[in-house]
């Protein structure tokens, strides 16, 4: 759930896609392809220097520094912040360490930043500016994989497509506006604008075959697996499968979303890597990875709160609420967000009120669109001061619940086709499930973790994904996590992931 402030300006509640409801709007960044660690890298050595030469000295009047200086708060902000965990830090230096040292230019500087999202991604901006998720890690089985996806970032930084993109972003636009002012919006002047898109579209296409071209060989040369490149595009595509819920779902932050997956590049990334040799060349640098990667943190940050089947605790705030049975809560930037059958959906989120005015005015203060003001009803939720009401907008009925804890109004919007009976019976539910936590449940919610375990004689694929703590679909994760195939086994002595919140 994304951190709790006051609302610089008022926003109204929408639905769209069927079960997309928004109370906010929040503005995004387009990346140039691709998508850090508060560690700069300058040499392949782990050990910092008590004077390092950081990516922001080194470029202090290049204008691709500027511009990834200028860009790196979004990002920071846009992914949950930092994930500073000094074991991690030097995991991911030392893979970016050995790739600088056979890059295209190896007297660029890098800032590598570890986002701490579960999302799995990786990027870069211009002027050494790299990104890597905490999911991408977790989702990685060793050191060439996330090598081969950062090689490809780097191939980004030193072949500047940042600012080619960004100067054929800013051709294209300025042909369109000439092109739609000449022919007057005409047939001719649409097709003027289609034709830019697609020109800078196909040039995108170019430079991502362009990194992969420079990020396998980099692979080779640094002395990794030059084939990881295509397992871990197989990997990643095989999470975007076990993720999607809604064909229609946002999965912007995603990788595969701004990098195209088609089975075609796999096999072009294969033929690059075979002028290395056979398969089975280079070093996958399994072992020092997991090690690396032992106790990471897993899907949701104890700042944004915790998912446990039908419930969702945030123990930072000290509130829990639950859904009904049949639910499914993601725990996304800008909100908790609960869909169900029927087309019915959930949204919680909340922002500071410091005015002290009442729960009632609150709600008919001009943020719900279609609101019914006589439905609007005080009431008290876990002996907190509480109000409801209902409102309508295009095919949709919705139920609204704001609590006052403190400082805070939490507000729930529960929406159903119009005419649902399912509305109030869900809406009873909800409201019924938000609790204060006490002290000990708050000591006992702990955050899930990757941890890394040893195969022993008799366990097996299912076993092993039993002992997985706080997560769905046990045996789907547990396969995807360490990229057995349905059919395949383990073997006694072999080292694998799973998640525990111990």
Known sequence: ??????????????????????LVATGGLLLFGCQTLGVDVYEPAVKPSATPQTAEKAGASDPRTRIGANEHPRIIA??????????????VARIVGALTLVSENPSQAYRITVLNSPAVNAFALPGGYLYVTRGLLALANDASEVAAVLSHEMAHVTANHGLERQRREQEVEIAGQVAEELFANSIDGRRAVARGKLSLAAFSR???????VIGVRMLGEAGYDPYAAPRFLESMNANQQFTAVDPE???SLDFLASHPNAPQRVQLAKNHARAFGPEGVGDRGRDYYLEGIDGLLFGDSPNEGYVRGTEFLHPVLGIKFRVPAGFRIDNNADAVMATGPGDMAIRFDGVTDDSNQSLTDYIASGW????????????????????????????????????????????FLTAAPSGSRDLEP???????????????EIRQVQPLRIR??????????????????????????????????????VSAGQKVKIVSDR
Do not use: C, H
């Open 78 to 91: 846009s992914y949950g912040g930092e994930f500073r965990d000094a074991k991690t830090e030097r995991l």
């Open 368 to 411: 719900v669109t279609g609101l019914d003001p006589s439905s609007i009803r005080p009431t008290r939720i876990d002996g907190l001061p509480a109000a409801t009401a209902r409102a309508s907008a295009d095919r949709w009925d919705f139920d609204i619940t704001v609590v006052r804890l403190k400082d805070r109004i939490y507000r």
């Open 426 to 440: 869900t809406a009873s539910v909800v409201r019924a499930g938000f609790r204060r936590m006490s002290a000990a």
């Open 206 to 212: 170019n430079q991502e075959l362009q990194a992969d």
């Open 1 to 22: 759930m994304a951190k709790i402030a006051a609302p610089r300006t008022r926003t109204k509640p929408a639905i769209g896609n069927k079960l997309r409801i928004a």
């Open 249 to 251: 779902a946002d999965s």
């Open 452 to 489: 890394i375990v040893t195969v022993s004689p008799g366990d097996t694929v299912v076993s092993l994904a039993a002992r997985m703590k706080g997560v769905e679909r046990k045996l789907e994760l547990f396969r995807l996590l360490n990229a057995i195939p349905s059919g395949s086994v």
